[in-house]
């Protein structure tokens, strides 16, 4: 808010000189005009302050027009830079959620690889559980031949690894 008061009584002293910078010069052109029309003679001091003072008017409106040129430089300057901070604004954002997606899928693959394990881990028992009944079921078919002296009951045995 401070920013803005001081920008307003800026732009308020830039107007009161550009005024009286103005004024200065319909003065001098009429002076000029004056001059030019009466062809008035005057003497040397009186010239070269009327050719000062019309040099003066060429450096004023000069000098004017710098003024409005810088002033509109001013302006956009101000808006590039209020259009580079939301810039920036909307990428540290786009970052941010970024950054936190990348940290849930990272959790996500975390639990994934958990729940995997746990399935392997489940499978490597269950395998083990049937790779010990299948040898309790030899051992019994061969308890079996032993006592029975019976050929050896043929069944498919599933590929244990």
Known sequence: MEEKDIEGKTNERWNAALSNLSDMS???ESLQKLILKKAVFVDDDTFNRASLVSHQARTIKALEQRVETL???LDASITAAAHA?????QAEAAQKAAELRALEIT???EN???VFEL???ELRSKQEEINKRDSDIKLLEAIIQTLGG???ISRTTSSSS
């Open 26 to 28: 319909v003065n001098l």
């Open 71 to 73: 002033e509109r430089e």
């Open 85 to 89: 901070r939301s810039e920036k604004r």
């Open 107 to 109: 959790k996500e693959l």
């Open 112 to 114: 994934t690889s958990k």
């Open 119 to 121: 399935h392997m881990q």
């Open 150 to 152: 019976k050929t050896p």
